[in-house]
């Protein structure tokens, strides 16, 4: 396994296998004691990274900036402000003079196929910090945190409430077909994920044994193990408020919906940024339950995770 990550991508969890996706989990752990430990291994000594941005971020960024930068790494952030990307010159062009740079680059935005064309010029890897589909190292993270308070996740169950399209909803439905974790999408029928990627992960639920389940009965969150919410609102859809509003109000994440859970130990998990007062009350995601700031930590060692299996032979 060690060596067989070398050079790959990170787009969407579908490329990688429940195994794989295990041993990046693995990697991670032991990422997160050394670092405790004050273990400085210097892994990134000589390799570059480089950020591109085209949608905000605080943690994904500095996950992938600090991760990098603390082991001799040289990250170097660039907003569609300072280059080019598909503007005077063509993206497949920037593609081929970032892999030139380069070691890797890490890619946020709007379209998946822009990280896709990434990858297919630069041949770098290509790390898909979210874009309007996936949220791949997100994902990974949220798996990681609920190992943290569970141990073994398979069998579990993830409850995600709110706007079940979005890119985070999409790519926890991924890695839980993968892994095992039952989960239930708890959203209104306008904002349902779409079939095809349901049919994607029927069959990854069926070999994995993973329940998933897409409801609009907030009665559903009975029995969780987690409780996820995000956004009612992703970036690039600022114009849908007022319909999102009327239509996730009622999935609100508050004490009340906690409680029905009928279980005192369910975490409570956000990716963040969290609109406090929309998707989620403050004294949840600030109570005792909450493991969203372990969760937002979390990002910086699974993304550590998916930049040594990437670059560093041996890891
Ligand atoms: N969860 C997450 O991706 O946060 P940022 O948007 O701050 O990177
Ligand atoms: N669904 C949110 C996630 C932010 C981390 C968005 O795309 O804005």
Redesign the pocket.
Known sequence: MKNSFIGRSFLTLRDFSPEEIKYLLTIAKKAKIDAKKGKNLRRFEGKSLALLFEKRSTRTRCAFETAFGEEGGHPVFLSTQDIQLGGKESLEDTARVLGRMFSAIQFRGFKQETAEILSKYSGVPVYNG?TDLF?PT?ALADIFTMQESFGNVAGRTLCYTGDGR???ARSLMIICSKLGVNFTVITPPELNPDDELRQICAPLAKASGAVITVTADIASVKNADALYT??WI??GEEDKRDERVRLLSPYQVNQTLMDKTGNPDCIFLH?LPAVKGEEVTADVIDGPQSKAWDQAENRKWTIKAVMLATLCKGN
Do not use: E, I
Request: a negative charge; charged letters at 10%.
């Open positions: 979210l949220h997100q979005n890119n985070v995000d956004v992703s970036m990716c």
